[in-house]
């Protein structure tokens, strides 16, 4: 398989790069993956193989910015919002194991404030990443 472009020299610009063509590099991504799924796990297994950090930091960084997020709710406060969904998705409905979705990420300055909560199964969660729920149902749309 073909080496994606290698970001060593010139990380922001590549950062800059990845931005501003994003669609194209998931489209490309997709493409790759329905084309020769095997390869694409075996890529992606090299990939965190080769990068032993990349979810420590990331999850290091989510610690971080949910600590100096404003606010916080309770489990009682969680136990009702699972409740007032009736222990279900928000966004599939799907029942079973559920996670804390940020409608508004942290990452994006939304609060930890339980008003911004909803529950998502973990592939809603998974998939909505750093979108906020608006943008996540608009795609989920079309
Ligand atoms: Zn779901």
């Known amino acids: 398989m073909k080496t994606p472009s290698k970001n060593t020299g010139r990380p922001e610009r590549h950062a800059r790069y990845r931005e501003r063509h994003r669609t194209e590099i998931a489209a490309r991504m997709r493409e790759r993956r329905a084309k020769d799924p095997e390869a694409a796990k075996a890529y992606w297994r090299q990939w965190y193989e080769s990068h032993p950090g990349y979810f420590r930091l990331r999850n290091i960084a989510r610690r971080a910015r949910l600590a100096s997020a404003y606010g916080s709710f309770t489990e009682a406060e969680w136990q009702l919002k699972l409740a007032e969904h009736g222990h279900h998705c928000f966004y599939c409905g799907a029942s079973g194991p559920l996670q804390a979705d940020h409608m508004v990420p942290i990452s994006r300055g ?9 529950p998502a199964c973990k592939s809603c969660n998974a998939r909505k990443g750093t979108k906020t729920t608006e943008e996540f149902l608009q795609r989920r749309a079309c």
Request: charged fraction near 10%; hydrophobic fraction near 35%; proline fraction near 0%.
């Open 110 to 118: 939304g609060s930890n404030e339980i008003s911004n909560i909803v």
